[in-house]
């Protein structure tokens, strides 16, 4: 089995509101706000993959949704000098909207499974960003694609990951696979660790979570009803590429997640 083959006991049930949800007519109003921040992306074109409009589109998805941004930090990236590696930004996966938000601080290449290519509106907006695609599933790929992400760092620009392989329902629910931080070691390039939360009204929520089977429609509902969501992007201190990959990614989960064992390994 891939090491990108992983099977989360999270399901749907798993994302409910903590809050009541907002009116029907704020619902309405939010879809329609999507729509215009999802076209003007389709507008930028190629320019998208272009970091300053790459994180002005991210910020109006969010709004659009209803989703309050909070960051530790203007920029998750670490300055290297001229002609220095990128940064390995890996985070932790709750859901879809951990990709936006880290996107809205600090503009990467996001790695994201294969199916995201196909989802309708984002898809097209994640390849003219430049996302790279893996098959989770596909073992004799994965040599390939770590080629592929430490090449991108070598040439400067920063690459987002989620070594925990799918979404759970909270930062520490998987425990990560090793491949992608190859890639950093490779390049020579900084890890950046990032924890992503959601909370609603200051309180932990799992209603952003996209978990199981279950669709992307059925969870962009979920969220466009959600009252008070705030999305939290929370940067630790940077890794050094020494040692070997399995290293690597201990530290960098004990990093976000604390001191909390995976609730799944």
Do not use: N
Not at 104 to 121: D, G, H, I, Q, S
């Amino acid at each position: 089995m891939s090491p990108w083959a992983v099977a989360s006991p999270c399901t749907p049930v798993c994302a409910t509101h903590a809050v009541p949800l907002v009116s029907r007519a704020e619902r309405s109003r939010r879809y329609a706000a999507l729509a215009a921040a999802l076209a003007g992306g389709a507008a930028a074109g190629p320019r998208l993959a272009d970091p300053r409009i790459m994180r002005l589109r991210a910020r109006a998805v969010l709004r659009a949704l209803g989703l309050r941004l909070e960051t530790s930090t203007p920029e998750l990236s670490v300055p290297r000098g001229p002609g220095g590696p990128g940064t390995l930004i890996v985070a932790d996966h709750i859901s879809w909207l951990d990709v936006i938000a880290v996107l809205a601080v600090e503009p990467a290449t996001p790695l994201a499974k294969r199916e995201v290519a196909e989802w309708p509106f984002f898809g097209t907006l994640a390849r003219r960003a430049g996302a790279e695609f893996i098959d989770r599933d596909g073992l004799r790929t994965l040599p390939h694609t770590v080629g592929r992400l430490a090449a991108t760092l070598r040439a400067g620009r920063s690459v987002l990951v989620f070594p925990q392989g799918t979404t759970w329902c909270t930062e520490a629910g998987g425990g990560f696979r090793r491949a992608t931080f190859q890639a950093a070691i490779d390049a020579g390039a900084p890890v950046r660790p990032v924890t992503i939360t959601y909370a609603q009204h200051g309180a932990p929520s799992t209603v952003a979570a996209f978990l199981g089977e279950e669709d992307f429609a059925s969870c962009l509902h979920r969220v466009i009803g959600a009252d008070g969501l705030t999305v939290r992007v929370t940067a630790h201190p940077r890794l050094e590429p020494a040692g070997d990959r399995r290293a690597l990614a201990a530290e960098a989960h004990a990093a976000i997640c604390g001191s909390r064992p995976p609730v799944h390994v």
